[in-house]
């Protein structure tokens, strides 16, 4: 009896700690938040002011020139402060009066600050609960470590376990193992932490290694017609052109690959949210085959309709861009003028499907097996514009959902990719 109350006793001390410790990681997670805002507004705050301030320089003078003698005049009374623009000879091209775009821009830095505290405000409960849930292995953890503590081993186990922890390898794929029965709970405890562990290194740094590398490409692009700008693209037109084309195509490309990364780093931190609730598969697919129609000109789409209503639980928006990258895919490697059939319906034991079938270059069997892993191309499809996190974007939403892919796909064929859903209870 006594040996219980002391266990309870244990576990509401630890919870108590375990409160202490998630209330000081919430608040400073709310100052390095709110720091992170105001750096942001400040910086967002300066490129206003200095677009603006070009802008009008630009539209008054026609040109914008660095031999041109810049100031602010009138600093003692705020209401008269004026940006002044003179030639080299000192004459004044152009003066601005600036109290009454700072008071606009202000005051809109004062609503955004406001709704970035309200954000914060809103968030508070949720934030809590998700660190709590976050500390619950370690107060676990805490509370197994203080029963083993009470456990009674002689000096010879307590060697054994020291022995086997010190000549483990954090890098290599060894386990531990103390040749004992008594220790058996804790040799098998500690190796499924040691692997997930190292699954989890080697994860995060897989996809690091992948990101840098995806990204270094459109930023040495960028750079180096930056630096072409910069030596003759004042003079020369076609340089100009031809350099603003394509910093525009490597950025736009750049913002999808980095919008892509934060979706799945936001879904692999639980903070990608779904909205289920019953949507009607005809009406999605429907929107699907309306949309690539009216975008895709260089293909012909087929939508085999179902007369019956078809509903699953599901995020109708995050389903629908699912299978709006399955069609964007099936679009990109297909020929123009071939056929896209987009279709749904009920497979033999009730589940839902929606299948997007082309005729393109089709995958090999090797590929099909990674073709959801991150980063992965295959070499016939890296002639081809992607990024390589489409389909993974695809499956971690399917995945959400509780359905699973079937995948039909030859060589010079064609692919046919079928998302199950599970049946609506």
Known sequence: MSQTIKKKSVKQSETKRMSSIAHKLHWSMIRKQTAMYLSFDFFLCLLLSAGWILDREWMEIGKISMQNQRMLVHFS???????????????????????????????????????????????????????????????EIALKADELSRMTFSEEKYQQIEDAISSISPEESELLSFGDSDLQGIEAAMNNLLIRMRDSYRQQAQFVNDASHELRTPIAVIQGYANMLSRWGKEDEKVLEESITAIQHESDH??????????????????????????????????????????????????????????????????????????????KYTKAGDEIILSFGRCGNGEAFLQVQDTGIGMASADVAHMFDRFYRADEARSYQGTGLGLSIAKWIVDKHGGHFEILSRTELGTRIRIVLPAAS
């Open 77 to 139: 009374q705020l209401r008269e402060l004026t940006y002044r623009v003179a030639d080299e000879n000192g004459k004044i091209l152009l003066e601005l009066e600036l109290y009454r775009p700072l008071v606009v821009l202000g005051l809109s830095l004062l609503v955004l600050v406001i709704m970035q505290f309200l954000k914060i405000a809103m968030s508070y409960a949720n934030e809590e609960r998700k660190i709590r849930r976050m500390l619950a292995p370690i107060n």
């Open 254 to 331: 750049m913002k999808r690959l980095v919008d892509q990364l934060l979706f799945l780093a936001r879904g692999d931190s639980g903070k990608n949210r779904m909205n289920l609730e019953m949507v009607s598969l005809n009406g999605i697919m429907q929107e699907v085959y309306e949309e690539s129609f009216m975008i895709d000109e260089a293909h012909p789409y087929r939508f085999s309709k179902e007369e019956q209503e078809i509903q699953v639980r599901a995020d109708a928006g995050m389903l629908k861009q699912a299978v709006r990258i399955l069609v964007d895919n099936a679009a």
